[in-house]
């Protein structure tokens, strides 16, 4: 008895011991975080140089040191070439895939990579995705791109196409892949991001000896190239807050829209700008909002719809005393529906670009001979402009733009865009965000903006 009361008394001393010293740290490292908030761990590269520039805009120049980082910690393969050709959609899912392919380029430390190019859709059905492929210059500046990239990562060789393969194979053939099939995925949802994209490496060039093991293939070299093709559907899966705030900031910067549709989307801004001083006579404000409805025949069925969605920008953009908006939609009907609620509700003037063009035949015409997805880009380009964006989550066009403006708040510093509440000082997207997979909320941790 007496033995067993001791006992009892030694672990009541113990645990007292313990309670009182799990104290004493933590009362030692709150003191310590408040005498000691010296200097800034920020280093010095990032802080001169970088900082003031508007990263929101479509032309702002390539901050390439963080990219540059990531290419100088790979150990990089000479005979490996990737191939970023599998993507289809809208600018917001090709952008996607082609920056998913390129990371992973890195991370697989493949030497060679070839310009990646573009598949179109069909113009009489949106939802047709898979035709003919397009060049790199059918959206983007091809230049721009091949001078940043190797400017970065000057390990990349740039092929123009899989013909320009020093000894490659005839006809060429890659091997398909998707990256996030190297791990053991773990986890219940089949949507999951890549939760070993730090690995990846490890795992691909793994994958690529046991491969040559297996088929008694000779490893890739210079002499004996070896393609590698992302599979479709890959766009939402590295999550991109891996590699820091600068390089998400950044690293979308390598995909510039092509000069001409970059001047196009420009000049509708400043037409914008006219129109929005027309409409408010008394103020003359030149303020406008931007918005995004997406309504077309190939939007998904569970997804807000043109009543949530109009009802929704009209009420905001009238809150904060905006007497015009800019509408980019692909749905004439649907868009002239919006702009007689606009203008009967709250006498807000909207507009598309089509009509904003009209008096001016020679941009008409130079918009009229684009695809409907080339034109989304001067819709991107004057949504990045607006003073207040309206979208909808989760199409990755919204959400593309509301995350590039979010780039304004810290440049290179920017933390990530705050999910499911009421959007940002720039930007507010409407939708549904309960359900992390099913509202498709994973895209927002795997998009660079
Ligand atoms: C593109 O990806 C799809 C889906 O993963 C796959 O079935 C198809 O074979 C790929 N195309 C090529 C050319 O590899
Ligand atoms: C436009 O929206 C209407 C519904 O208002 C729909 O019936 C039509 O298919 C849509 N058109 C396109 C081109 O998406
Ligand atoms: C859309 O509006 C309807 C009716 O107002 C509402 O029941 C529904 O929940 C809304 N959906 C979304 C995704 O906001």
Known sequence: MA?????????????????????????????????DSGPRTTPASSTNID???????????FVSWPLARVCKETTWTPGIVFVCDNNSGGIGNIRNYILTCVRYAIEAGAAGLVLPTIRTRSEADLSSLMQSQQ????FFDEGHFRKSLQGACPQFTIYSSTDDIPNAMSPFQAEPLTPRNLGVRGGCDNRELNKHSDRFGLQFRAHVQQHAEEFNMLLPSPKHPRGYRLNWGVQWDFPVHR?????VASFGGLLKF?????????????YMRAFAAAHDQAERSRAYAGMHLRTESDALSNWPRFENQSGAYLKRASSMKLQAAYLATGNKTEAEKLARSASSTYDMGVVTKHELLKDHPVDLKALEVLTW????????????????????????????VALKRHLKADGLHTRPWKVGGDGDA??????????????WLFMY????P
């Open 258 to 270: 092509r000069a001409d549709i970059l001047d196009l989307g420009r000049k509708t801004a400043a």
């Open 445 to 448: 941790d795997s998009l660079w």
């Open 243 to 247: 590699d820091g705030p600068e390089f």
């Open 426 to 439: 720039w930007s507010w997207l409407v939708g549904s965000y309960q359900r992390y997979w099913d509202d």
């Open 135 to 138: 060049g790199f210059d059918y």
């Open 3 to 35: 033995r067993q009361r001791g006992v009892l008394f030694v672990v009541c001393l113990i645990s007292l011991a313990t309670l009182w010293s799990c104290r004493l740290p933590k009362m030692c490292v709150y003191s310590q975080c408040n005498t």
């Open 373 to 400: 997805d080339q034109q989304a880009l001067v819709d991107f380009v004057v949504l990045l402009d607006c003073d207040y964006f309206l979208g909808v989550s989760p199409s990755s066009f919204s959400m593309n």
């Open 51 to 61: 900082d003031g520039l508007d990263l929101s805009q479509p032309d702002a120049p």
